[in-house]
């Protein structure tokens, strides 16, 4: 068995279409599924697995190990929901799918989204402010890491050692920030207690 993150947040109560591929347990390349029979079991927020409401559909019959599933609205009305594709063949890898939903009344753009769209700079004194356009033209994202203990996290740096790390929170969609000189290094591999503001709240 192995397991993937869904690759974006998608709306709470929303019926989406996912897709998956099962993998030969000794060759790591997809496995023929044709002859077997495909299921998956849903889990809300850490529940009891069941049955999907839909079928498992397998795609190009099967033969390439790939299929899709429509989980129901009923099914995504959860904050966290895990989905266990299984099959009645042998020697397979079967893979595990993990979503995490955001409410609709919340934003769908990512924190390097709203770094892009966002006014902010540096000023002479080398403190951070975020009120000058286009700092994205001097800083380039250099790190990026998804689902850590509930944030997304992006990591800037500037030329001259100025860096800005920006937290996602994938529950709520919120967005802060932490801002500082040197060391980026160091305040990446502890970004998680950096002491993270709002735009505003920087001086």
């Known amino acids: 068995m192995y397991s993937e993150i869904y690759p974006q947040q998608v709306t709470k109560g929303q019926s989406i279409t996912l897709y998956a591929h099962f993998v030969d347990g000794s060759t790591g390349g997809n ?4 002859a ?3 299921t998956a079991k849903v889990s809300q927020d ?3 697995f069941n049955t999907s409401t839909n079928a498992v559909v397998k795609i190009d019959s099967g033969t390439t190990g790939h299929c899709s599933l429509v989980l129901t609205a009923s099914e995504m009305n959860a904050d966290v929901i895990i989905v266990n594709f299984t099959t009645s063949g042998t ?4 893979p595990t799918m993990i979503i995490y939903t955001t409410t609709s009344g919340g934003s769908t753009l990512t924190a390097e989204d709203v770094w892009t769209y966002s006014n902010r700079g540096l000023n002479a004194l080398d403190n951070i402010i ?5 700092l994205l033209k001097e ?3 250099t790190e990026r890491v998804l689902s850590v203990s509930g ?3 992006y990591g800037f740096t500037h030329p001259k050692d100025r860096w800005v790390i920006v937290r996602e929170e994938i529950a709520t969609g919120s967005v802060r920030y932490a801002a500082g000189k040197s060391t980026f290094v160091a305040a990446w591999a502890d970004k998680a207690n950096q002491g993270y503001q709002r735009i ?3 001086k």
């Open 31 to 34: 496995k023929n599924q044709a």
């Open 36 to 38: 077997n029979t495909l």
């Open 46 to 48: 850490g529940g009891t």
């Open 91 to 94: 020697s397979t890898s079967n």
């Open 130 to 134: 975020l009120t000058q356009p286009d």
């Open 139 to 141: 800083m380039g994202l």
């Open 151 to 153: 944030f997304n996290y």
């Open 200 to 202: 505003d709240e920087y």
